[in-house]
T-cell receptor
Framework: SQTIHQWPATLVQPVGSPLSLECTVEGTSNPNLYWYRQAAGRGLQLLFY??????ISSEVPQNLSASRPQDRQFILSSKKLLLSDSGFYLCAWSLRGNYGYTFGSGTRLTVV | AQSVTQLGSHVSVSEGALVLLRCNYSSSVPPYLFWYVQYPNQGLQLLLK??????LVKGINGFEAEFKKSETSFHLTKPSAHMSDAAEYFCAVSEDIGGGSYIPTFGRGTSLIVHP
């Protein structure tokens, strides 16, 4: 069966520090991968999606970047965090076609 | 671009009462529609989905939703609320970006509160 792993679960980082959040999928190949951010009361904002290795599409200009170095690995990064980067970050995957999306358990990022 | 509107950021019901969470969408093509549930500090879990075929879709935990094209709606219902249903609910519509790939657009969510 397919599983998605996202870590860490919680993270407290100072302003100006770098960020690296990792997401991996097991049990499938060539998935579509997504990074979302969820701010309190604001729903889910799509940050990046990827349809293949090295293929990254950005939905919102911001202080973050994403990379897909391997088929089932999706990384969210920042060189210098801002206070406004705080939020709940969710990774998700889907297969080709429209069968729904499976989410990771999320990372709660607090920038102080 | 597609969009989703969830009416009411909070819905409060008594245990045993009917649950109705409203979702309206806009789409220029036949939509694929989803409902997800999120418990505190967790990821989203798929409740149900509509792709094609029967417009009344049954999901997990006793929830169901009906696709009404004429009303561009996909409301979520459950006949009798349980305390364990208290959570955040998200409606989503998928957009075709080509190559068999889709991107979901989510509504802002509705927080369901269940009173004893």
């Amino acid at each position: 069966s397919q599983t998605i792993h996202q870590w860490p679960a919680t993270l407290v980082q100072p302003v100006g520090s770098p960020l690296s959040l990792e997401c991996t999928v097991e049990g499938t190949s060539n998935p579509n991968l997504y990074w979302y951010r969820q701010a309190a009361g604001r729903g889910l904002q799509l940050l990046f999606y990827s349809v293949g290795i090295g293929q990254i599409s950005s939905e919102v200009p911001q202080n973050l970047s994403a990379s897909r170095p391997q088929d089932r690995q999706f990384i969210l990064s920042s060189k210098k965090l801002l206070l406004s980067d705080s939020g709940f970050y969710l990774c998700a995957w889907s297969l080709r076609g429209n069968y729904g999306y499976t989410f990771g358990s999320g990372t709660r990022l607090t920038v102080v | 671009a597609q969009s989703v509107t969830q009416l009411g950021s909070h819905v409060s019901v008594s245990e045993g009462a009917l649950v109705l969470l409203r979702c309206n969408y806009s789409s220029s093509v036949p939509p694929y529609l989803f409902w997800y549930v999120q418990y505190p500090n967790q990821g989203l879990q798929l409740l149900l989905k509509y792709t094609t075929g029967a417009t009344l879709v049954k999901g997990i935990n006793g929830f169901e939703a009906e696709f009404k094209k004429s009303e561009t709606s996909f409301h979520l219902t459950k006949p009798s609320a349980h305390m364990s249903d208290a959570a955040e609910y998200f409606c989503a519509v998928s957009e075709d970006i080509g190559g068999g790939s889709y991107i979901p657009t989510f509504g802002r969510g509705t927080s369901l509160i269940v009173h004893p």
